[in-house]
Antibody, heavy 119, light 111 residues
């Protein structure tokens, strides 16, 4: 079945760029009808959608993060990636990747990866 | 940040029925479908209900969803100990050029 796995550094310094990759297995990232999304969850808090990308490269982002977010896709590797610039402690969170249907639900989700912003 | 409001907690004894509300507005729940996620302790969220009231394969039928106007509800009937988790509603919001919004989350405790 379809599985997603996040990877990347667990510690990022303030003002630097957070970079994560999501590897999709058990299915093609080039499937039509699906976007691929990033969601984050600060420790002890709720969920926040970051943005999503279609296999063609079309993207849409949460307006509150848009100025700092770039999501890209590599169909040859069946991966998509997140870059979040100028991070602060407020960006410390578990970051999840997930398949995003065009009717706007997320399923399945990756297991998540904790990224801590600290010097 | 959350634009969908949920009660912070709900509880019940095994076998009881528990209902969780999700309050939004005309730009989100009022004009788009609602999805619900279950997050067991220490795990990633899992899709529980989609398109207001549809259950993915494998989700027990004691979980049900409904929507009316700008509010939605998740009901858990025949509460079981393994239902102790955080529950989040979510919907598309048409404002600010469009975005996915999540609820504030509800912690369900089985007494």
């Amino acid at each position: 079945q379809l599985q997603l796995q996040e990877s990347g550094p667990g510690l990022v310094k303030p003002s630097e760029t957070l970079s994560l990759t999501c590897t999709v297995s058990g299915g093609s990232i080039s499937s039509s009808s699906y976007y691929w999304g990033w969601i984050r969850q600060p420790p002890g808090k709720g969920l926040e959608w970051i943005g999503s990308i279609y296999y063609s490269g079309s993207t849409y982002y949460n307006p509150s993060l848009k100025s700092r977010v770039t999501i890209s896709v590599d169909t040859s590797k069946n991966q998509f990636s997140l870059k979040l610039s100028s991070v602060t402690a407020a960006d410390t969170a578990v970051y999840y990747c997930a398949r995003h249907t065009v009717v706007n639900w997320f399923d399945p989700w990756g297991q998540g990866t904790l990224v801590t912003v600290s010097s | 940040q959350s634009v969908l409001t949920q009660p912070p907690s709900a509880s019940g004894t095994p076998g009881q029925r528990v209902t969780i509300s999700c309050s939004g507005s005309s730009s989100n729940i009022g004009s788009n479908t609602v999805n619900w996620y279950q997050q067991l302790p220490g795990t990633a969220p899992k899709l529980l209900i989609y398109s207001n009231n549809q259950r993915p394969s494998g989700v027990p039928d004691r979980f049900s969803g409904s929507k009316s106007g700008t509010s939605a509800s998740l009901a858990i009937s025949g509460l079981q100990s393994e239902d102790e988790a955080d529950y989040y509603c979510a919907a598309w919001d048409d404002s600010l050029n469009g975005r996915v919004v999540f609820g504030t989350g509800t912690k369900v405790t089985v007494l």
